[in-house]
């Protein structure tokens, strides 16, 4: 038996006027995601418990069956676990962004013009990071770079009071001050973010970034504070040896924790541009090599919604059911029985342009027991399947199903 578990970050959405009042998953043509749903079962699945924040982090963990109230400790350990960084008990993580802020002189009143620079590429950011690095690093600080715009500092003997740490998606377009930490804890990161404006300014990479009409890597943005976390063994848990495949190092780290493999594609990038064939073929490599289950990560649905690109949202869930599906299915086909599971972790609704904690539509295939299915799987048809309150046991139900 092989399981294969295909999310789509953010996927899930609010009807959006430019969509003619629909969502991208009811406009998308995705005809190998449909004819699953027809044999499925399908319904909806609460995969952010109540009081818990909405973001990829806390949704992952709970459809990989690590209860977040239990298991997380905050977001960019997880990242860091997955770039090698080693943490100490007193250590505390920080996702380092690379954002582009307007030209305000004054630092409050600048706006968030982009959470990601531009899309930065990967050897661009390494060198924005470089130079932040040989600025800002010392025996408190370390940095560590990341996949595009993301990157993490970690704070030796730090605090996880530092008050609000807002994640820079959740303002695009408007003005930083109100967003800023206020906290005394706070005070030297917050100082680093303003000095940070003056240092990238110039930078050759913004240089030639501007020259090319892109937004530049202007300053940088800490949120996603967590302390050193631990997770148990997917495989102890489940009797299977798993693979998780994606281009961002949050489920890198998720994966590395759980002692799950986490192979690297050439040309993932989390976005709508990420080599979607490479990933569908690697996971037909780890299935050949002895892998039970592999869990494929697609963020590009989760960075439309952000970026506030509908047609692009509707792209991407095309581009998932067109490229990487029948490439999974003819592999799975001929091997006999397997499992599909296909979801969501959270809502990125395009009208609001950050995560939402509503419940995601999913489906549930197995080769050997068809069910009784819908038409086509979206949030509105999702309504009339099975309703999962607890999203942590979604795992062990697909497994056992």
């Not at 996927?11 to 027809?38: F, R, S």
């Not at 399908?42 to 818990?52: K, Q, S, Y």
């Not at 025996?139 to 008050?163: I, Q």
Request: net charge negative; hydrophobic share 40%.
């Amino acid at each position: 038996m092989k399981y294969a578990v295909v999310l789509c970050d953010g996927m899930a959405d609010y009807p959006v006027p430019a969509l003619g009042g629909k969502t991208p998953m009811m406009v998308a043509n995705k005809p190998h995601i449909d004819a699953l749903a027809q044999k499925a079962q399908f319904g909806l699945v609460r995969t952010v418990a109540e009081g818990l924040k909405p973001g990829s982090d806390v949704a992952n963990m709970s459809v990989l069956g690590f209860d977040p109230k239990k298991y997380h400790k905050g977001r960019s350990p997880l990242e860091a676990a997955n770039l090698g960084v080693q943490m100490a008990a007193d250590d505390v993580a920080l996702r380092c962004n690379l954002v582009t802020l307007s030209d305000a002189p004054n630092y409050e009143d600048k706006t968030m013009v982009d959470y990601s620079a531009g899309d930065i590429s990967t050897e661009e950011a390494h060198e924005i990071i470089a130079a932040v690095r040989e600025h800002f690093a010392n025996e408190k600080y370390d940095f560590y770079a990341g996949v595009s715009y993301r990157h993490c500092l970690m704070v030796h003997h730090g605090t996880m009071d530092l008050g609000k740490m807002t994640p820079p998606h959740d303002i695009s377009g408007r003005v930083i001050g109100e967003y800023l930490s206020d906290s005394e804890n706070a005070a030297p990161l917050i100082a680093m973010m303003r000095e940070s404006c003056d240092l990238l300014r110039d930078h050759p990479v913004n240089k030639a970034r501007i020259a090319a009409g892109k937004r530049p890597a202007n300053a940088i943005w800490f949120w996603g504070e967590g302390t050193c976390t631990a997770l148990p063994s997917f495989e102890e848990l489940y009797g299977l040896k798993g693979t998780i495949i994606s281009a961002v190092d949050l489920l890198g780290g998720i994966g590395f924790l759980a002692g799950m493999h986490t192979p690297k594609v050439p040309g993932a990038t989390g976005y709508i541009d990420t080599n979607f064939k490479g990933k569908a073929e690697t996971a037909v490599a780890e299935w050949k090599s002895g892998q039970d289950l592999v869990y494929l990560h697609f963020e590009a649905p989760d960075e439309c919604g952000h970026r506030n690109e509908p047609e692009n949202k509707v792209r991407s869930i095309e581009l998932i059911d067109s490229i990487v599906l029948p490439i999974l299915l003819d592999y799975l086909e001929k091997q006999g029985d397997y499992k599909v599971l296909l979801l969501p972790d959270h809502p990125t609704p395009i009208v609001t342009m950050t995560h939402a904690s509503d419940p995601v539509p999913y489906l549930m295939f197995s080769s050997s027991n068809p069910q009784p299915g819908v038409d086509t799987l979206n949030e509105e048809t999702a309504k009339t399947g099975v309703f999962v309150e607890n999203g942590t046991g979604l795992m062990r139900q697909f497994i056992d199903f």
